[in-house]
């Protein structure tokens, strides 16, 4: 009796629901959803769409959790726009869970807000979710994992263990630098008086779920030799070098100047806060993610996951300094600072901007993103946009080279390109064309795809190149587009007549895994 009148009041009870949080992770969502769509498919969402159209367990250079959400999405027929709901809902799902984080540390509405302003309008962290891509769904992801474990030691919470098995196993189906955090945080528990965790059946109960569910993608790369090692090795090669203080420096520039008080603060303060002292787990799993990155040369948004937990955790530290009328001065100040440096970097990270517009605006501001590839030299606009734009323009230069081949000629050719873009381009944007050949990633593995071409209409750098394989080489076309990346622009469009020896023969040599 008396059970059922607890239960009759629990329901007549409102639901209790954590406004402020839901509020700004809505607001964020709906504005990346009225962004999502202004600019064409970006070079790895093609890919990504064409991965998708051949299910696996694996693919070359990543697990197949966004490749299957690509290519759903993509069915849908909302172009752009569509494929990227995920991203937005990431987005918002960050800011919510950096509020929620800051109060399960003891943080008041204003840590809170803090903590929620910078997961919002942090440049790289806008730019990471513009696009569908694998880092998209890191930040939130590690945050989620670093939450749920402090909500383990804080509250004796065994379920939020196993969830936090749950969101590793996710993450590692969606990219495997999910490794990287899991290897960081065990370091840091181990190191710590955390390490209790270590002894809670739900944590390997947790493990275990991480471990199922990643398992089937692992086997994959197990049973094709470990492709993605080899292409992290040839990445290392392949990204700028860039010397620590320069990578740092574009650190505080890409997150946000005005924020680098909190992240400061977020790496401090667990080891001079004695409420916090039980987060210095987190920051020498941070500091094991940061070296690893630099020994592997690795891009300035591989960090980005880390950030949003130090902006938690030093939103917390900081907020009662503000109770002091400078403090509450100097927190106005500062977030003003924050809010108009996100506002002049959004159309570096965001669709704002028309082409031509931005390129005026970059020259106007005299600023110009950090090279993080070799490749990327003399591009008019940030890797992120110019990778989005181009692609129906290179499909036409390539369909027009083809309807200048014969027709009796076209079932014996094959169309080769060099990258994966150009090649998921031509498959999902070319008319009339038979799949696109490359040996970049996984279209090696995915081979001549059912072609025994004689003749072979090829996209390239360098014309000169293909003489020794072809009877004859007849230039067709070139290739360029205003905004498109630079090294995409001038390639030679040539019809090889006669390809010697035969392409399955040298099909080994045209391996790209970088």
């Known amino acids: 009796m008396c059970g059922g009148i607890a239960v009759q009041a629990a329901i007549r009870e409102p639901l ?3 406004w402020p949080p839901l509020a700004a992770g809505l607001i964020v969502i709906a504005f990346h959803l009225a962004l999502g769509g202004r600019y064409d498919l970006f070079r790895d969402e093609l890919y ?7 299910p696996a367990f694996g693919y070359v250079d990543q697990p197949p959790g966004v490749p299957l959400i690509a290519v759903s999405l993509y ?5 752009a726009w569509g494929v990227r709901l995920p991203t937005a809902l990431a987005a918002g799902a960050l800011v919510w869970l950096g509020m929620r984080f800051a109060r399960l540390l003891g943080g008041d509405r204003l840590a809170s807000g803090l903590a929620g302003l910078a997961c919002a309008i942090a440049p790289m962290l806008m730019g990471l979710v513009a696009t569908l891509n694998t880092s998209a769904f890191d930040p939130l992801a590690w945050t989620a994992l670093a939450y749920l474990l402090v909500k383990a030691g804080r509250e004796d919470d065994g379920r939020a263990l196993v969830l936090a098995g749950l969101v590793a196993g996710l993450s590692l189906e969606i990219k495997y630098s999910m490794l990287f955090w899991m290897l960081g945080l065990t370091i840091g528990l181990v190191l710590t008086p955390e390490r209790r965790l270590l002894l809670r059946p ?13 398992l089937p993608s692992f086997l994959w790369q197990y049973a094709h030799g470990f492709p993605f090692l080899e292409l992290g090795a040839a990445a ?16 505080l520039f890409v997150m946000n100047p005005a924020f680098a008080p909190l992240w400061i603060a977020g790496l401090v303060a667990p080891f001079v806060a004695r409420p916090l002292r039980d987060l210095r787990f987190l920051v020498i799993a941070a500091a094991v993610v940061f070296v690893i990155v630099r020994l592997g040369h690795g891009k ?3 960090l980005a996951p880390l950030y949003p937990m130090l902006f938690v955790i030093g939103a917390t530290a900081l907020a009662p300094l503000a109770r002091s009328t400078a403090g509450k001065v100097a927190t106005g100040i500062g977030a003003a600072a924050a809010v108009a440096f996100s506002a002049l970097a959004a159309p570096m990270a965001l669709p704002i901007l028309s082409p031509p517009a931005l390129e005026a605006y970059i020259q106007r501001l005299g600023i110009a993103p950090q090279q993080q590839e070799r490749s990327f030299k003399g591009t008019a606009l940030p890797q992120l946009v110019a990778d989005q734009l181009g692609w129906h323009d290179f499909a036409g230069q390539v369909e027009a080279a083809w309807n200048r081949i014969p027709v009796s000629e076209r079932p014996i050719t094959a169309i080769k390109v060099d990258n994966y873009g150009e090649a998921a381009a031509l498959d999902l944007y070319g008319k009339g064309l038979p799949a696109a050949l490359s040996g970049h990633n996984q279209y090696f593995l995915w081979g001549l795809r059912g072609q025994r071409p004689i003749n072979l209409l090829s996209v390239q750098e360098k014309l000169a190149d293909m003489y020794p394989y072809c009877d004859e080489v007849v230039l067709l076309g070139t290739t360029w587009s205003r905004y498109a990346m630079s090294y995409e622009n001038g390639k030679v469009i040539a019809l090889c007549r006669g390809l010697k020896p035969e392409l399955s023969r040298l099909w080994p040599r045209l391996k790209s895994y970088m």
Do not use: E, M, S
């Not at 947790?206 to 199922?212: E, K, S």
């Open 48 to 54: 990504f769409i064409v991965c998708g159209q051949h």
């Open 236 to 251: 290392k090669a392949k990204n700028a070098d860039i010397a620590l203080l320069p990578f740092v420096g574009n650190q």
């Open 16 to 18: 209790r629901i954590d």
């Open 202 to 214: 739900a944590f390997w109960i947790g493990v275990a779920l991480a471990t199922a569910i990643a």
């Open 300 to 302: 300035d948004y591989y």
């Open 75 to 79: 069915q849908l027929g909302l172009g």
